[in-house]
């Protein structure tokens, strides 16, 4: 099958035009239509007001698509041909979450022709690519419990024939469309945060079919957002939204369905502390940032350092201030006369030598002073300032 193959490979015969026209949902309808007799009172309704209508009784309770599960309305194309079409050896049908799989790179899962099946929500008129090629960019969900988007680029042919016209009217906001053989260009993303999206594209006009309107595609209620929301869900929000207000809850919700009284309460007072830690810490920080707090702190540790100098300085002094002045004089005598120091109480320095025996020898190193020489009258030989003591 080349790539210029119709989805409705067996719809050129079934109608009046020739191969050429690239479109033809609204005649096959026709021909596959029963005929009714118009009433007068039909004829002066709106030709929109009875094809609802004419739909649930043609079609009966077929108002879901067979293969993607979405809702329809308005097909264009019976569901007994469609289904016929799908259900081809040559072809499958692949959902949102299985393109990875069926798309990729692998020739064993190319041997069939992928159909992909999703509502449109979003259609830019014009997009260029870098190297100035124009196309168009088209987004598509599958409005599934876990609804999944994909972008669809229609490029060269199918740019040219979806662009404008008659294809770009239907090509509005709801329409289900068939993907037959699309290319995969990117794979999602699977790590947490990241918008790489699923990215394909197709080259040819005829790989796109209308399928019908979704009435369950609904908008986001969030303003300036456009994202599906399915209405069978009765959601207000998107998927995106609906997280964001569910992560903004004062009171996280149990598992259970709920939180007694008391859960409440201690949830709250827990949010409290912790509010109450992070503006502490914010305080902080902002101290911390203020210009000049580091030379603040370094002259309030040096002021510190010199009150406890002072204080030092300030014991020092008032134990000199106590102490007598004769005391140095009456160690030193004590030492050259070979009396006890105990004899002399107004010496306030430690003992020293104590524990020796009398026979040893004990040497004392006093300062060259002129006045401590003088005093000296039984040595003469300590001139060099040193003294011996038997």
């Not at 094809?51 to 097909?75: C, H, M, Y």
Request: glycine share 6%; with cysteine.
């Amino acid at each position: 099958m080349g790539e210029d193959e119709s989805i409705l490979g067996a719809r050129a015969p079934d109608v009046d035009a020739g191969p050429s026209e690239p479109q033809m949902p609204a005649c096959e309808e026709a021909a596959h239509e029963p005929a009714r007799d118009v009433q007068p009172q039909d004829a002066e309704q709106p030709q929109d007001a009875e094809q609802p209508q004419d739909a649930k009784k043609q079609k009966g309770t077929s108002d879901v698509e067979q293969f993607s599960g979405l809702p329809i309305v308005n097909r264009t194309v019976p569901a007994e041909k469609w289904a016929s079409e799908v259900q081809k050896p040559n072809r499958r049908y692949v959902s949102f979450s299985h393109i990875p799989l069926y798309c990729g790179s692998d020739r064993t899962m190319k041997a069939k022709d992928n159909i992909i099946i999703g509502v449109l929500y979003y259609n830019s008129a014009r997009d260029k690519m870098a190297n100035g090629e124009q196309y168009l960019r088209w987004r598509l969900t599958d409005l599934s419990r876990q609804p999944r988007q994909i972008v669809l680029q229609l490029r060269w042919g199918a740019y040219l024939h979806w662009r404008k016209g008659a294809p770009a009217a239907m090509a509005r906001r709801g329409a289900i469309f068939a993907i037959l053989k699309p290319i995969l260009v990117e794979v999602e993303s699977n790590h947490p945060g990241s918008r790489q999206e699923t990215v394909m594209r197709v080259e040819a006009a005829l790989q796109i079919e209308k399928l019908g309107d979704c009435p369950a595609l609904g908008c986001c209620k969030k303003q300036g957002c456009r994202n599906p929301r399915d209405l069978r869900q009765r959601d207000i929000y998107c998927r995106l939204h609906k997280d964001i207000a569910y992560a903004e809850k004062t009171v996280p919700r149990m598992n259970s369905g709920g939180a007694d009284d008391r859960m409440v309460e201690l949830l709250k007072t827990q949010q409290k502390k912790a509010s109450q830690k992070i503006a502490r810490a914010l305080k902080a920080s902002q101290l911390d940032s203020q210009p000049g707090s580091e030379e603040k702190e370094e002259a309030d540790k040096a002021r510190e350092d010199k009150l406890k100098k002072l204080e030092v300085a300030k014991s020092i002094c008032e134990r000199q201030m106590t102490t007598d002045a004769d005391a140095n004089g009456d160690y030193v005598r004590c030492i050259r006369n070979g009396t006890k120091l105990e004899d002399c109480s107004s010496s306030q320095i430690p003992v020293l030598g104590r524990g020796l025996s009398s026979t040893s020898t004990l040497e004392v190193t006093v300062a060259p002073l002129k006045r401590r020489r003088q005093d000296c009258d039984h040595c003469d030989h300590c001139g060099h300032g040193e003294l011996e003591v038997f």
